[in-house]
């Protein structure tokens, strides 16, 4: 199976935010609860921001860093659930502002929080089978979608944008996901009567969080033939700190590898994943040659994985 290259990471993120503090003079909360039962500290909030304009910030940065020859790129696939539009595509909207050609193939991709690894699953395949390039973004302005009196939601979500740009290669790489129909856990109505808003049910969410994160790395391992000593990072969704620290308790001495920066940011969905790869690149924690394992989880219910080799 061919695997994937990542050429340049980038991403971006509001300039106004909501910490704990702040939130609180709007919901009735503590800031001290927030911390402590999510791991949350603060989330950037958009002004006059949108998932669009904040993929193509993503990707701008991208370019900058990246020298590349734009007309290699065959593909850009935006995950979202806060698209300003259903059509035009964010996909189709920030290939345009991002000076892409137009042969190529754009759309948007909706598995919630997991989108950006189905997405990136997506991608792979179409480049091993068409070449070139694909740009591959999480975006989220998950503040439009979010009831700022509901007290159980909005508290955990921030809007933001993480892309990869990638293409094919012979580097270790290997993916799993899922999916189990279940309206209960979380859902967000699309046209037609009813709210706007996210709903949820946080105690099984974070049950099926916690298990599904177990089941995908376990799988991930057992299906390369890999202990977890030999991988260098799991970057998991960030969705609740709590979430992750029940996870990593479960493989002892390796708590040091599950890397986190949902303090700043909250959960930003589909966002969350790319946003953590940009980090860490910049960071200069992620470097040619290691191996990192990354999942996914959310509503549908939804779940993807892989380990690669970077
Ligand atoms: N501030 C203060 N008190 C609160 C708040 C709040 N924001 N929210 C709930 N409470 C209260 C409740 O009313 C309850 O009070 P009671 O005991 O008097 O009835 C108490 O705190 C405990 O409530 P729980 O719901 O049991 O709190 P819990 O520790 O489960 O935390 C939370 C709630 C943070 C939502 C948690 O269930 C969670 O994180 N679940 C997973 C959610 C998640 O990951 N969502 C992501 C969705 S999308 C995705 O990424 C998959």
Redesign the pocket.
């Known amino acids: 199976m061919k695997g994937i290259k990542i050429i340049a990471t980038a991403s971006a993120a509001p300039a106004n935010s909501y910490d704990n503090e702040k939130l609180c003079t709007m919901v009735d ?2 800031p001290e ?2 911390e402590t ?2 791991g949350i500290r603060n989330r950037h909030i958009c002004t006059n921001e949108n998932a669009v304009s904040l993929a193509v910030e993503a990707g701008e940065k991208l370019f900058a860093k990246a020298d590349i020859d734009k007309s290699r790129i065959s593909a850009v696939i935006a995950a979202t659930s806060t698209p300003e539009f259903v059509f035009p595509s964010v996909a189709c909207m920030a290939a345009k502002e991002l000076g892409l050609r137009r042969e190529i193939l754009a759309f948007d991709l909706s598995a ?2 997991s989108g950006f690894m189905y997405a990136l699953e997506t991608a792979r395949c179409y480049i091993a089978q068409n070449g070139g390039m694909a740009l591959v973004i999480g975006t989220e302005k998950l503040s439009g979608i979010i009831d700022y009196t509901d ?2 939601t909005c ?2 979500f921030g809007d933001g944008a993480g892309a990869a740009l990638i293409e094919s290669s012979d580097k270790l790489y290997h993916h799993v996901s899922g999916c189990e129909a279940d309206i209960r856990a ?1 859902s967000l109505k699309g046209p037609g009567d009813g709210d706007r808003f996210v709903h ?1 049910d ?2 099984r ?2 049950r099926f ?1 916690v298990s599904i994160l177990k089941e995908v790395v376990d799988k991930l391992l057992s299906d390369t033939g890999l202990t977890i000593s030999e991988v260098n990072y799991v970057i998991c ?1 960030q ?2 700190a709590r ?1 992750i620290d029940a996870v990593k308790k479960k493989y002892p001495g390796q708590e040091h590898k599950f890397y986190m920066n949902l303090e700043e940011y909250g ?1 930003t ?1 589909a966002a969350s994943i790319p946003l953590l790869l940009s980090e860490m690149f910049e960071k200069g924690l992620l470097r040619d040659g290691m191996k990192v394992i990354c999942a996914g ?3 549908g219910l939804t779940w993807g994985g892989t380990l690669m080799e970077i």
């Open positions: 909360s503590d609860w927030i039962r999510t919630a929080c007290r159980s508290i955990l979380l949820m946080g105690h969410v974070f969080a969704h969705a609740n979430i959960n969905s989880f959310g509503a």
